[in-house]
């Protein structure tokens, strides 16, 4: 009789929320449901329109080779006679093709046929020579990515193909992790090479990596098994990545799409199950970010699903050229381990602005709503600390101008983890109508922690509904100017714990059973 009273309660509480808008199912978003027609952007910043893009009357058929030979040479060379000509379709048949990177040029669609598969090398030598690209918001000279394009406009990667990566092979026999520990920012670009040869080390490549490039269109393709992140666009604009489908579940940093320094970006009806984060937004890391000064701005990401992951959307680690201008709405985040999420550290400077989401449904194995701006001793020693607080410094992150409306979580450990750092705590956040049914947590539904607020500055939470939890814990530590209102927890014995000389300013408004907490 519990359980169906709460089942009951959980129902009527969702319905309140349901009444006034839509939420969308699983079964309405990612790449499965993906339509035809791009449909206009509605956003709350300016954004172009976003059309499909065109190319001149002229098609190639690669004549890949039949032997087992690699088909690089030939998917290459249509690619460059059609750019000679002005541009045009190349179309790359059904079939298993062997390949090392491939060049996309301006004015070139390269469409992969339904039953095309491009598999991969993972030999150097199928990536030479190196060429200018990134790694981790690190500017190298390296092997780029295995579909690379720098400086060019107008390209696109379509159809229903398929492309695999290697299981093994030199490059990640010969691997470098991280470039901002190996590289000297005094260093100039052009000598910060990493091209294996005699031996030597390699980045890995990137699956989709255009760099510097404008008009970039990607639908409908599937990444399975990269090296390394998916599809990384850098200092682009004009970016549509739609109907797409990522699995790199079991791969280390292998992201689903990282958008770095990118401007006006569309991302629709895609669905990632992924080793790392789904979707990430970055903007460059540490001092060498900052120094560049480019910044992720006008990204909409709408109708997406994502499965297995660390992050369903985060911003950073990298923020050092700021993340501005993210609307994500409509989207399913269903069994990653954090829905919405935000990560940087103290060295990474920039941080995120004007951040908003709506109408998110997740199911979620660790927290719903998580900031990890602090990261781990063992890589950055004791900055890592939250205290003695820093000194506020050009490389010290923030979050701020952060909207957060109209969630359902089906399902999580703990809705809200904010580590936010002493000397840069969030500010002005805002979350309305959000519902939580904590009995399908994996925690201890009748006594969880509900929320951590550390180090949060200038916060609102108005219309939250919370079910099949009997004792919910609020730890509040440092926070200051905080408003709850219109909560609806009927059954329940909160508890709030308040810690830290600067909390205060906090106020419960129009909520049963908590308005006591108020000081």
């Known amino acids: 009789m519990k359980r169906i009273c709460t089942l009951l309660l959980a129902l009527t509480l969702w319905g309140s929320v349901a009444a006034q808008v839509h939420i969308p199912t699983r079964d309405e978003v990612g790449a499965a449901v993906c339509p035809v027609e791009i449909a206009p952007i509605e956003a709350p ?101 295995c579909i690379y394009a720098c400086d060019a406009e107008n390209i696109a ?23 901002v520990e190996k590289i000297d920012i005094n260093t100039p670009v052009e000598e910060r090479i990493y091209d294996g040869r005699k031996g030597g080390e390699v980045f890995l490549p990137t699956f989709f990596g255009p760099i510097n490039c404008k008009k970039v269109f990607l639908e409908g393709v599937k990444f399975e ?109 269903d069994g990653t381990q954090v829905g919405i999420r935000f990560k940087t550290r103290r060295p990474r400077a920039g941080g ?9 449904r997740m199911r979620t194995t660790k927290g719903a709503i998580v900031w990890d701006m602090l990261g781990n001793p063992a890589w950055i ?60 947590t994996k925690g201890d539904p009748q006594n969880p922690r509900l929320m951590l607020l550390r180090d949060v500055e200038g916060m609102s939470m108005r219309g939250f509904r919370l079910v099949g939890a009997q004792k919910p814990l609020i730890e509040i530590v440092d926070g200051r100017n905080l408003i709850f209102e219109d909560w609806q927890t009927e059954g329940i014995s909160p508890e709030v714990r308040f810690e830290g000389d600067l909390t205060g300013d906090i106020r419960f408004y129009n909520s049963p059973g908590w308005e006591h907490f108020s000081r």
């Open 352 to 360: 995120g602005e004007n951040l908003i989401y709506e109408r998110i």
């Open 157 to 179: 990667l379509t159809g229903k193909g398929r492309l695999i990566g290697p299981k093994s092979g030199s490059i990640k026999d010969r691997q470098v992790s991280f470039a």
């Open 225 to 333: 098994q990269g090296f390394f992140w998916n599809i990384a666009p850098v200092y682009c604009e004009e970016v549509i990545i739609r109907g797409v489908e990522v699995e790199s579940v079991g791969i280390p940093r292998g992201d689903g799409v990282d958008i770095t320094c990118c401007k006006y970006v569309l991302i629709e009806y895609s669905t990632m199950g992924c080793g790392d984060d789904n979707f990430a937004m970055k903007g460059g890391r540490n001092e060498y970010g900052e120094a560049i000064g480019r910044a992720s701005e006008n990204i909409v990401m709408r109708h997406c699903l994502t499965l297995r992951s660390h992050g369903g959307i985060t911003c950073g680690s990298e923020t050092a050229g700021w993340i501005r201008n993210l609307y994500t709405h409509d989207c399913v985040f």
């Open 381 to 440: 020693g004791a900055l890592a600390a939250r205290k003695p607080a820093q000194r506020w410094t050009k490389l010290t992150p923030a979050f701020r101008g952060i909207t957060i409306r109209d969630v359902v979580v089906e399902g999580c450990r703990e809705l809200i983890d904010m580590k936010a750092i002493p000397e840069s705590p969030v500010r002005h956040l805002q979350i309305e109508n959000l519902t939580l049914d904590m009995s399908r």
């Open 45 to 145: 910043f300016y954004m172009p329109e976003m059309v499909r893009p065109t190319f001149p009357d002229y098609t190639v058929q690669v004549a890949c080779p039949t032997n087992g030979d690699m088909a690089t040479r030939s998917i290459q060379k249509a690619i460059d006679q059609t750019a000679k000509r002005g541009g045009g379709r190349v179309i790359v048949p059904a079939g298993h093709w062997l390949t090392g990177r491939i060049t996309l040029k301006s004015n070139v669609e390269l469409h992969l046929e339904e039953g095309c598969e491009l598999h991969f090398s993972g030999e150097i030598e199928d990536f030479l020579p190196a060429v200018f690209t990134t790694n981790e918001g690190v500017e190298i000279t390296s092997l780029g990515a």
